[in-house]
């Protein structure tokens, strides 16, 4: 009798040995990739996957980095805020071109400096012609504005109708003006870095005449209460001034050029100016 017991039960392990290992293989495919069954395409890997991955937004590209120009130009052109004469017109004509600018405070001959090597990208309002001296900078061919170079003085017994008058005086101007490195010979000169330098040294008396710019001038008078300031006509020069940018920057600049004419053109140039000039 245990003989038989033992065939009937040698008989039945053998055959549920194959069953059993058929479930474990299966249940080892099911847990480790969730296998679906043959015919059912899993979701997000067919055909309206590839299109429910198509039809997300693409990551936003980054954008161009602002440009920075150098200025010497105080109040009432650049302000703090950026929204200053000058501000205004080169910011608008970035604008049109799909760029941002800022505008940096430096002193005047630093700031050629840091243009011309490419510490900044470039100048932004200078006379024409300064590509001699400062070979990586290339001028933008359309003028920002018009200066007038002027004379001003507090005693009454001055006058300067050109540049040669000024040999009878002692004359100050700031820094890095190259027109004024180039056309002042005075019986004595004295440079200073800040226009409230220039007009403070006006007031106490140690100069006979502060060269600046004509709007700078009555700003700066109006700022510090000098009532009696004189302006001294005629300017001693008057000339167009241009932004200038890095050489790495030249395909900006007919594009800034055609910027700034279509402003004169459409009337916009003039909006931002005239509240300047009444003031």
């Known amino acids: 009798m245990l003989r038989t017991l033992s065939r009937v039960l040698s008989r039945m392990m053998s055959r549920a040995l194959p069953c059993a290992l058929l479930l474990c293989v299966a249940a080892s495919g099911a847990a480790a990739g969730q296998s679906a069954p043959s015919g059912v395409t899993p979701p997000g890997s067919g055909p309206s996957g590839a299109a429910q991955s198509a039809s997300a937004p693409p990551s936003p590209a980054p954008s161009a980095p602002a440009l920075t120009l ?19 017109i080169i910011r608008g004509a970035f604008a049109r071109i799909g760029a941002d600018v800022s505008l940096l405070q430096l ?13 900044v990208d470039g100048d932004g309002n200078r006379i024409s012609g300064l590509q001699a001296a400062y070979p990586n900078l290339l001028q933008v ?27 009878h005086y002692t004359v100050a101007y700031i820094i890095g003006w190259k027109i004024y490195d180039e056309n ?96």
């Open 70 to 88: 150098a200025t010497t130009i105080s109040p009432p052109l650049s302000e703090p805020g950026q929204n200053g004469m000058l501000d205004l």
């Open 107 to 119: 002193p005047s001959e630093r700031g050629l400096v840091m243009a011309d090597s490419g510490q």
């Open 141 to 167: 061919p359309e003028s920002n504005m018009t200066y007038e170079f002027t004379a001003f003085a507090l005693r009454p017994d001055v006058y300067v109708r050109n540049w040669d008058d000024l040999r």
């Open 184 to 279: 002042v010979h005075a019986s004595s000169t004295v440079k200073v870095a800040t226009p409230e330098n220039l007009f403070a040294l006006l007031r106490a008396g140690r100069v006979d005449v502060v060269l600046y710019y004509r709007l700078g001038g009555l700003h700066y008078a109006r700022k510090l209460g000098l009532t009696n300031l004189r302006v001294l006509d005629p300017p001693l020069a008057t000339r167009e001034m241009y932004m200038y940018l890095n050489s790495r920057h030249a395909d900006l600049v007919p594009r800034l050029a055609d910027a700034l004419r279509g402003m004169k053109k459409d009337g916009s140039y003039e909006r931002i100016v005239a509240p300047f000039l009444g003031r």
